[in-house]
Nanobody, 124 residues
Framework: VQLQASGGGLVQAGGSLRLSCAAS??????MGWFRQAPGKEREFVAA????????YYSDSVMDRFTISRDNDKNTIYLQMNSLKPEDTAVYYC????????????????????WGQGTQVTVSS
């Protein structure tokens, strides 16, 4: 089982980036994105269910980021708009090993599989 994240880079404040995370080896009902800035704990960004019918976001990215998925490609995406310097972090995709998930369970330990991370740097 592997999660391969890509799409990070350097962008000016106000710009956009799109991250991708391709899963291989199995399919996952719940997948999401986390991020970790230097000196800070890893934090929840967004999660999505199988059909895309439910999506959850942290308050800090609500209305700026959009999570989506293409089940045919076994891939999730994170469209990030109106980026701010405080969005600078390593972004990780993650997946739960089971179908069940409570939206209140946003700690990293609630997710079982992790990608390698992709760096996003937003300059002011």
């Amino acid at each position: 089982v592997q999660l391969q994240a890509s799409g990070g880079g350097l962008v000016q404040a106000g710009g956009s980036l799109r991250l991708s995370c391709a899963a291989s080896g199995r399919t996952f009902f719940v997948m999401g994105w986390f991020r970790q800035a230097p000196g800070k704990e890893r934090e929840f960004v967004a999660a999505i269910g199988w059909s895309g019918g439910y999506r959850y976001y942290s308050d800090s990215v609500m209305d700026r980021f959009t999570i989506s998925r293409d089940n045919d490609k076994n891939t999730i995406y994170l469209q990030m708009n109106s980026l701010k310097p405080e969005d600078t972090a390593v972004y990780y995709c993650a997946a739960r090993g089971t179908r069940e998930w409570s939206p209140s369970s946003r700690a990293p330990k609630e997710f079982d599989y992790w990608g390698q991370g992709t760096q996003v740097t937003v300059s002011s």
